[in-house]
């Protein structure tokens, strides 16, 4: 059975930290570049982060450069988005995502998670 799960949303204080995970089952992994991708009420799913295969090509949004971090365990099928200084405009609900390449465009990616709520508050 396909799945990604992604974990680790929830409520957050403005300027606090939080970590997603995705966990990848029933799917090649360690060849495939992953993403994340998130979602607010009312907009479009917007591009978040994206990694490589081997963890050394990555690309952010603008939006989030310095404050977020991707990267991801191979062993453990899993990929994570370490978020920094977090503010209220990152409140969204959160993807993981599985394409060939890393790439900003969601077209690229076959495989979705369910996706995680994230909330931060002022």
């Known amino acids: 059975q396909v799945q990604l799960v992604e974990s680790g949303g929830g409520l957050v204080q403005a300027g606090g930290s939080l970590r997603l995970s995705c966990v990848v089952s029933?799917?090649?992994?360690?060849?495939?570049?992953m993403g994340w991708f998130r979602q607010a009420p009312g907009k479009e799913r917007e591009f978040v982060a994206a990694l490589g295969w081997s963890g050394t090509t990555t690309y952010y949004a603008d939006s989030v450069k310095g404050r977020f971090t991707i990267s991801r365990d191979n062993a453990k099928k899993t990929v994570y988005l370490q978020m920094n200084s977090l503010k209220p405009e990152d409140t969204a609900v959160y993807y993981c995502?599985?394409?060939?390449?890393?790439?900003?465009?969601?077209?690229?990616?076959?495989?979705w998670g369910q996706g995680t709520q994230v909330t931060v508050s002022s």
């Open positions: 029933g799917l090649a992994f360690s060849s495939y570049a």
């Open positions: 995502a599985r394409s060939t390449r890393p790439t900003m465009v969601p077209s690229w990616y076959d495989y």
